[in-house]
């Protein structure tokens, strides 16, 4: 099995990309399931509540529902909180750079402390921006995610994109709390084909991180499709040196499990 645990829809680069163009995308990579982000921030996107009417006609779709942090209210709390009780979305997404905050501003305890109680994971994004979106890269730095998981030492977190190009704190961050874990979606160059010469710094650049952190017990495999193509993505992680166990956690053990998904 294979899940891809980091993709969107919506209009990116220009194009519009539908979830029927996922599923096309999945099959011809052979991925079972993917994750749907919901990516309602900064005045764009789709909300959580459309990706979660989306994810009932596509049964191998997934949705992460989002908190748009400069709309963050009493309401937004509560609308969150009945889709996880409903078990409509399996993880909540913060767009940190992307939004001008840091994930341990105390106006977020609330929602980490409900998140907490219904065993459901977190997701920052992590590393570098889009070009095309202004935000500040400062936010969305993965040692700001220390600081949270020690004040939050119970709450289940992902760092997407492994703070990509800053991979090394990342790494420090993961070794340091058991609760954290990462993705290794988002490396490459955006809407371009993935060059032997990327691939070749991606596997060196994950081995370096393998010796720091000590295995890849705690990744979890994300491609950011529509912006990579998925079947060139899994080629590029199937290259990367690993052990059976460690690529079962990778490609589909761990997403069960952090995201309590039924196997």
């Not at 993709?7 to 099959?27: Q, V, Y």
């Not at 500040?136 to 190009?165: C, Q, T, W």
């Not at 040196?241 to 690529?247: G, H, I, L, Q």
Request: proline fraction near 4%; charged fraction near 25%; include cysteine.
């Amino acid at each position: 099995m294979i899940i891809d645990c980091h993709t969107h829809i919506g209009k990116f680069n220009g194009k519009e990309w539908t979830p029927e163009e996922l599923i096309a995308s999945m099959d011809e990579a052979g991925i079972d399931f993917s994750f749907l982000f919901a990516n309602l921030h900064s005045g764009g996107g789709i909300s959580t509540a459309r990706m979660i009417e989306i994810a009932k006609q596509f049964p191998r779709l997934k949705v992460v529902g989002n908190i748009t942090y400069a709309t963050l209210d009493d309401d937004q709390i509560t609308k969150i909180t009945q889709y996880v009780e409903n078990k409509d979305i399996i993880a909540i997404k913060f767009y940190l750079g992307y939004e001008l905050f840091y994930p341990f501003d105390e106006k977020l305890f609330p929602v980490y402390e409900m998140c907490i109680a219904n065993n459901l994971p977190v997701i920052f994004h992590t590393g570098i921006l889009e070009g095309s979106f202004k935000g500040l890269m400062r936010y969305s730095h993965p040692l700001n995610i220390d600081e949270l998981a020690n004040r939050f030492p119970d709450l289940k977190i992902v760092i997407a994109h492994m703070g990509n190009p800053w991979l090394m704190d990342c790494a420090a961050v993961v070794a340091r709390h058991k609760n954290v874990y990462v993705d290794c979606s988002g490396y490459f160059k955006e809407f371009s084909p993935i060059e032997w010469e990327e691939e070749k710094m991606f596997c060196e650049q994950l081995k370096q991180f393998r010796i720091f952190v000590g295995d890849f017990k705690k990744m979890l495999f994300g491609t950011d499709w529509p912006i990579y193509s998925q079947k060139e993505y899994l080629k590029a992680v199937e290259s990367v040196k690993m052990t059976k166990e460690e690529r079962d956690l990778v490609f589909y053990k761990n997403a069960q499990n952090i995201f309590n998904i039924d196997s």
